[in-house]
């Protein structure tokens, strides 16, 4: 690989850590873990009832941390660890991409195993242990809260995100359907010419005439893709998609 390499870009979504053993939020019933996502993912959910807030992303920290990564982030860090230029995009709040080995990774809705104050979201504290409670107060005195987007906030990352998109040469879209946003808006930040990969169960159906597509889980069809990119020693749309 030389400096002038091809640059992988991944947009990877809920999907991936679903195949972790993480569940998801589903727009179908509005729930989250059996909670309505009004009463615990909102700022006017923090305003009315901070103790729920931090009860429940407490529990969900604590399944991030049972959780461990799966072929699919596996892979990705293989790929970048050959010597490929590999950037990767997530709407996922959890570490997974990280502890797989992967060093690029861009965190659109946060993360959960960082807390941050209420009046400047640029003062971040990691959790390496524990969680927050009521009490718990940055530098500047105010309570901590989980470095999350909630429903209803802006994404203040989504520019950065923008710009790593339109330096794309291959796109690839894993474990978030063409339809979902912020997918759908960042896919059209890359450019005109630059292909895109979608992996999902029904690739064949979610994906526009440009769009390849790979009807396979991302821990079945990533390992797969990144084996035939290795072997070769470039990037390519394989002629089987």
């Known amino acids: 690989m030389t400096d002038s390499q091809p640059r992988l870009v991944v947009l990877t979504g809920a999907g991936i850590s679903a195949e972790s053993g993480l569940k998801t939020f589903r727009d179908g019933d509005g729930l989250w873990e059996n909670h309505a996502i009004e009463d615990v993912a909102t700022p006017e959910?923090?305003?009315?009832?901070?103790?729920?807030?931090?009860?429940?992303?407490?529990?969900?920290?604590?399944?991030?941390?049972?959780?461990?990564?799966?072929?699919?982030h596996h892979a990705l860090a293989e790929l970048e660890q050959a010597g490929f230029d590999v950037r990767i995009v997530t709407q996922n709040i959890d570490d997974l991409h990280e502890r797989a080995g992967s060093r690029d990774v861009l965190h659109l809705h946060g993360e959960i195993l960082k807390a941050r104050s209420s009046i400047d979201p640029?003062?971040?504290?990691?959790?390496?242990?524990?969680?927050?409670?009521?009490?718990?107060?940055?530098d500047k005195g105010s309570q901590l809260r989980p470095h999350v987007v909630w429903f209803g906030e802006a994404v203040p990352t989504y520019?950065?995100?923008?710009?790593i998109?339109?330096?794309?040469?291959?796109?690839?879209?894993?474990?978030?359907?063409?339809?979902?946003?912020?997918?759908?808006m960042l896919v059209d930040q890359a450019p005109v010419e630059c292909p895109c990969i979608l992996v999902d169960p029904?690739?064949?159906?979610?994906?526009?005439?440009?769009?390849?597509?790979?009807?396979?889980?991302?821990?079945?069809?990533?390992?797969?893709?990144?084996?035939?990119?290795?072997?070769?020693?470039?990037?390519?749309?394989?002629?089987?998609?």
């Open 45 to 72: 959910a923090w305003v009315r009832d901070p103790e729920l807030v931090l009860r429940f992303y407490d529990e969900r920290r604590t399944q991030v941390r049972r959780a461990k990564p799966n072929p699919a």
């Open 122 to 138: 640029r003062l971040l504290y990691p959790l390496p242990r524990g969680g927050i409670k009521l009490g718990d107060l940055c």
């Open 159 to 163: 520019p950065h995100a923008c710009d």
């Open 165 to 184: 998109v339109a330096e794309a040469d291959l796109l690839l879209v894993v474990g978030t359907s063409l339809s979902v946003m912020p997918a759908a």
């Open 202 to 241: 029904k690739a064949s159906q979610l994906s526009p005439n440009w769009v390849k597509a790979l009807d396979r889980p991302a821990s079945q069809g990533l390992p797969t893709l990144v084996e035939h990119w290795k072997r070769e020693n470039r990037l390519w749309v394989p002629e089987w998609l």
